[in-house]
Each structure stands twice: as structure tokens, then as C-alpha cells.
T-cell receptor
Framework: NAGVTQTPKFQVLKTGQSMTLQCAQD?????MSWYRQDPGMGLRLIHY???????DQGEVPNGYNVSRSTTEDFPLRLLSAAPSQTSVYFC??????????FGPGTRLTVL | AQSVTQLDSQVPVFEEAPVELRCNYS??????LFWYVQYPNQGLQLLLK??????LVKGINGFEAEFNKSQTSFHLRKPSVHISDTAEYFC?????????????FGSGTRLQVQP
């Protein structure tokens, strides 16, 4: 099993550009989520999904969209990138109230 | 609302010394508790979790944590650290009263093990 994979690993955008961060898991987990990590703030939840076709907002959803058309994939879309979205983004998945498995992260810089 | 406080942003310690990383949480409902470790330029890895049962929880790499309900704490301990334990450690909680599995994280503690 590859676990949770994320692409790209690094990305540089200009203000106003859009892009999609990809996340996939091969563990048949029903729950998936996106977090952003900023220095001194831990990780904060952006959006999450409890199954295909079901998504909901987390703590910091503004400027981001998600969809969940399949169990495996949970892409995160930045509609119009802003410098405040410079961060490291982590995708995670879980099958129960136990462990969440994290991907390796995407480091995004918005100029 | 719930919040997680990690009282120390950095903890320097010598190799083979014991260490305790502190975590306190506030929540109006019962929570599940977790500790994650993040090595440089990597994702997060689960160290241990408390869901129910014994309040002393043992995890990977020789770490353990004790859930103290009265003090709303979940401190992480290791009796003898190694250089390889140098990493950032995050405490996190999940509310028990909903099916939402969203983790609320503390701000992290950077453990620096010195030779």
C-alpha cells in the first residue's frame, strides 16, 4: 500500500493564480481531511469528508474548495491564491475514530 | 469549543535523559487524545492514542502518556531519549460526541536532543 500520497511536493504560485493539490489514499478509508501547518500554530483543519459525495468545512475554509467524487481522492482547490495561503498542506485519512494517516505534505509559496 | 495547549514550544534535553512534554486541553465534552511526531520535512506519524480504558498509554519508540481527567492533561514521557527523537511533537484531540473526526492540534513542542 502506498498509504496517503500528495502531489506536488512543492509549488510556487503568483497571487491570483489557481491550482489543485492532489490527495489520494489506497486504504479504503471513508474519512479524509485537509490541514494547513503554519509556524507556531500547529495544524488547522481546512475541509473534511466523511465519504464520497459528502464534504464539510473545517476551521479555516475560506479560499479553498474540495470535492469527493471517489473514496480514494480528495483534491483541494485554491481558487485565487493569496500570500496568506503560503503554508504546508497535509492530507489525512482514517477508517475509525483512531489513527489518522498523514501524507508527506505539499509546500506552497504564493508570491 | 475545544482547545489544546502545549506549554513548551521548545524542550532541550541531553541524550539518555528523561523527558516530559506537556499537553493540556479544554473541552465541554469528553475527547479522544493523541500524540503525533513530525520529523523534519515529513508528515505526521501517530505515537500513541487514548480512546478509553487504562489511563497509561504506551506508544511507539518507547514513549508513553498518561491521561488525567481531573487535570485535563495528557503529558508525553520517555525515560531515556535518543538523538533520533529530535522532532516536533503535537498533541491533538477529537470530540467524542460527534462523528466528526477532525483533530484539534496544539501548537507543537520541538524536542532537541543534544549529545
Amino acid at each position: 500500500n502506498a498509504g496517503v500520497t500528495q502531489t506536488p511536493k512543492f509549488q510556487v504560485l503568483k497571487t491570483g493564480q489557481s491550482m489543485t493539490l492532489q490527495c489520494a489514499q489506497d486504504m479504503n478509508h471513508e474519512y479524509m481531511s485537509w490541514y494547513r501547518q503554519d509556524p507556531g500554530m500547529g495544524l488547522r483543519l481546512i475541509h473534511y469528508s466523511v465519504g464520497a459525495g459528502i464534504t464539510d468545512q473545517g476551521e479555516v475554509p475560506n479560499g479553498y474548495n474540495v470535492s469527493r467524487s471517489t473514496t480514494e481522492d480528495f483534491p483541494l482547490r485554491l481558487l485565487s491564491a493569496a500570500p496568506s495561503q503560503t503554508s504546508v498542506y497535509f492530507c489525512a485519512s482514517s477508517y475509525s475514530m483512531g489513527a489518522q494517516f498523514f501524507g508527506p505534505g505539499t509546500r506552497l509559496t504564493v508570491l | 469549543a475545544q482547545s489544546v495547549t502545549q506549554l513548551d514550544s521548545q524542550v532541550p534535553v541531553f541524550e539518555e535523559a528523561p523527558v516530559e512534554l506537556r499537553c493540556n486541553y479544554s473541552s465541554s465534552v469528553s475527547v479522544y487524545l493523541f500524540w503525533y511526531v513530525q520529523y523534519p520535512n515529513q508528515g505526521l506519524q501517530l505515537l500513541l492514542k487514548y480512546l478509553s480504558g487504562s489511563t497509561l498509554v504506551k506508544g511507539i519508540n518507547g514513549f508513553e502518556a498518561e491521561f488525567n481527567k481531573s487535570q485535563t492533561s495528557f503529558h508525553l514521557r520517555k525515560p531515556s531519549v535518543h538523538i533520533s527523537d529530535t522532532a516536533e511533537y503535537f498533541c491533538a484531540v477529537i470530540r467524542m460526541d460527534t462523528g466528526r473526526r477532525a483533530l484539534t492540534f496544539g501548537s507543537g513542542t520541538r524536542l532537541q536532543v543534544q549529545p
